[in-house]
């Protein structure tokens, strides 16, 4: 029995034709283009979408890819994909893709430098759209000129370039004003009545750690407190580090008022210590934090944090890859809060 001919799948002329559209425009409602969903008008999308549907119509990752030289996705690259900062910051992003109709890849560091550099190495044959790089800058300047020749290949082969975070990488970034929140928190919580604190920070080379070790200082400075005789201890910006980052503190955090947490992880890892060393928080020893994580905060309505606008970063970094790729901006600084007891101050 001679075998049947496969039946060929449906083409973009033919579902342009049946739609009553352009080759051109059928193709950026379903391909996407620039402006992902809000591609033309909503008749003409849902016009366009039902003759695709009508046909069995479905678009071709590979061939656009071919075509365009580019895929239609956005590479991201994060520290700790299990941090719950680096969850709300990815969801961010891939929300604000979505919209535009672009996948993001996600690729975690870890904070090894090696790993960083052979991720990077390995996105120049993945064609993507844009490089996101939201992992911990440092003040190592040869970690930091090799991860500038890396993303200087890629945006050479056409990727656009963004970084979450202030960094010395000479490309745009996206970022809050570490020092300046850090100052505004340690204000906040002397004003509340402390006056006895240590600090948890994370490791002493990497950037944002020190601004905002840098910014709560110079906050207590400001209210009279001796700086000289407040520990800053330096573990990893996550719940272990914090953990042992209490525990190196011993018995001096039974004379303390406040332990302040540089991220809202290293405070989750101190309230664990604290716990096992039967400290109630916040009524003997106040824990604050940083980044104001949803979930944390939603399971302690007193906790004393920052909020930093994590899933905001998301949109505003795909934005400036996506909506305009031939901006000159080089920096965008979104607004970060301080939140005191569960509430935000009114100054």
Do not use: W
Not at 330 to 336: G, Y
């Amino acid at each position: 029995m001679p075998k049947r001919a496969a039946a060929k799948p449906p083409t973009l002329t033919e579902v342009a034709r049946l739609a009553g559209v352009s080759v051109p425009t059928a193709s950026r409602v379903l391909n996407g283009g620039v402006r992902g969903e809000t591609s033309g008008t909503t008749e003409l999308r849902d016009r366009v979408r039902a003759a695709a549907r009508s046909l069995g119509y479905a678009p071709n990752p590979a061939a656009q890819t071919i075509k365009g030289g580019r895929s239609k996705t956005v590479a991201l690259l994060v520290g700790d994909i299990e941090d719950q900062g680096s969850a709300t910051m990815i969801a961010g992003v891939m929300h604000a893709a979505e919209k535009r109709g672009v996948s993001v890849a996600v690729r975690a560091t870890y904070d090894d430098a090696r790993r960083e550099r052979a991720i990077l190495e390995a996105l120049r044959g993945e064609r993507h759209r844009g490089i996101i790089v939201a992992t911990s800058r440092t003040v190592d300047s040869v970690r930091e000129k090799a991860i500038t020749n890396h993303l200087e290949v890629l945006a050479d082969q056409g990727a656009r370039v963004v970084v979450i975070g202030n960094s010395a990488l000479g490309f745009p970034q996206v970022t809050i004003d570490n020092v300046a929140a850090a100052t505004a928190l340690a204000e906040a919580l002397v004003d509340t009545g402390a006056q006895r604190f240590a600090v948890l920070a994370g490791p002493d080379d990497q950037v944002t750690s020190r601004d905002r070790v840098a910014g709560f200082l110079a906050g207590l400075g400001n209210r009279g407190i001796n700086t000289r005789n407040v520990p800053v201890i330096h573990r990893a910006f996550s719940r272990d580090g914090g953990y042992a980052g209490f525990d190196a503190l011993g018995e001096e955090v039974r004379h303390l008022d406040v332990v302040a947490a540089m991220s809202d992880a290293m405070a989750v890892g101190a309230m664990v210590r604290a716990r096992e060393l039967s400290i109630s928080v916040p009524e003997e020893l106040e824990i604050s934090g940083f980044d104001h994580v949803p979930m944390i905060s939603d399971l302690l309505p007193r906790f004393s944090t920052v909020e930093v606008p994590l899933e905001a970063f998301g949109e505003a970094a795909i934005s400036l890859i996506l909506d305009s790729p031939e901006s000159k901006v080089d920096a965008v600084t979104l607004k970060a809060q301080t939140v005191v007891h569960g509430q935000r101050p009114t100054r």
